[in-house]
């Protein structure tokens, strides 16, 4: 069964502390994706990798880390520096297969500070 | 800054008329245009893509291109109760890259 997994669907933490949402896909894609949703709000990119062991900050990149060790899996952590992290995390992937690109998501995660 | 607008709505349709989200792009390099369906609650889900000017038909799905106006257009036929939820406007500037998407239109059909 293909296609992206984003665990834990609900995630409750204390300030101050880091947390990290995984993020795996058996897609065989090359390019993934961390966005972030907030009510009434369009997504807003916070880092993206086109290629194992790289990757690159996006708008809202701050209090945010990632790595890509493996094709399939890309970790978010959100670090105590982020401000307001209370949000909707969406996970993605894509493929440009002859000229033709398409991106896909994964369930999301929602995350709660307190 | 690249920029994707969208009315936000909510746009009421009933159900069996023609729903029309519209949706315009600053970026004149975007090569790729998406339009993805969002429930409540849920992640976004892709339902159309169009790359070059013209129309693209997949069931009750049109989506509409035209690069020189930077607009990007989605015609859902036959509207039905399950249709209703907001649509996001994403568009690329090239393949694997991130997109740029607006707030979404949230749309609900009338039975």
């Known amino acids: 069964d293909g296609g992206i997994t984003q665990s834990p669907k609900y995630l409750f933490r204390k300030e101050g502390q880091n947390v990290t949402l995984s993020c795996e896909q058996n897609l065989n894609h090359d390019a993934m994706y961390w966005y972030r949703q907030d009510p009434g709000q369009g997504l807003r990119l916070i880092y993206y990798?086109?290629?194992?062991?790289?990757?690159q900050k996006g708008d809202i990149a701050e209090g945010y880390s990632v790595s890509r060790e493996k094709k399939e899996s890309f970790p978010l952590t959100v670090t105590s520096a982020q401000k307001n992290p209370t949000a909707f995390y969406l996970c993605?992937?894509?493929?440009?297969?002859?000229?033709?690109?398409?991106?896909?998501f994964g369930p999301g995660t929602r995350l709660t500070v307190t | 800054q690249k920029e994707v607008e969208q009315n936000s709505g909510p746009l009421s349709v009933p159900e069996g008329a023609i729903a029309s989200l519209n949706c315009t792009y600053s970026?004149?390099?975007?090569?790729?245009f998406f339009w993805y369906r969002q429930y409540s609650g849920k992640s976004p889900e892709l339902i159309m893509s169009i790359y070059s000017n013209g129309d693209k038909e997949d069931g009750r799905f049109t989506a509409q291109l035209n690069k020189a106006s930077q607009y990007v257009s989605l015609l859902i036929r036959d509207s039905q109760p399950s249709d209703s939820a907001t649509y996001l406007c994403a568009v690329a500037e090239s393949g694997n890259t991130p997109l740029v998407f607006g707030k979404g239109t949230r749309l609900s059909v009338i039975a």
């Open positions: 993605a992937s894509s493929t440009e297969t002859g000229g033709d690109y398409e991106q896909y």
């Open positions: 970026d004149r390099g975007s090569q790729s």
């Open positions: 990798s086109q290629i194992v062991n790289d990757f």
